[in-house]
């Protein structure tokens, strides 16, 4: 099953990323993101919404906690977000997959 996983940033600013319900304009299994900073920059964590409180990633957020909606979520923040929800590694990153022909290809349609 395909999920549409986008990334909001909250009335209280917080920025938060879960799986989309468009019939109910609603986040489901939100996990918040939190930036900690270390010697090399900063690493994005990516906890369950409500953490210490919920281990799990289970909450729900309706539309009027959504301040700002991001027209793209980026590549490897989804892969993160599907580990974490998941316990199962994206190997290669889930946007590097390929199916059916490429634009331009003269192939048979078939993985590649």
Known sequence: MAYDIRLMKLVTG?????KYDQEKDR??????????PTQQGVQIMMLPYGYP?????????DDSAFLYRYRDTPG?????????TTNLTVAGG????????V??????????
């Open 27 to 36: 986040l489901n299994d939100v996990a918040t993101l939190q930036t900690v």
């Open 53 to 61: 409180f919920e281990a799990d990633f289970s909450g729900t957020l």
């Open 76 to 84: 490897e923040l989804r892969d993160k977000y599907i580990e974490a």
């Open 103 to 112: 634009p331009g290809a003269n192939v048979s349609g078939l993985i590649t």
């Open 94 to 101: 889930l946007d590097k997959l390929r199916f059916g022909a």
């Open 14 to 18: 917080e920025i938060v990323i879960g």
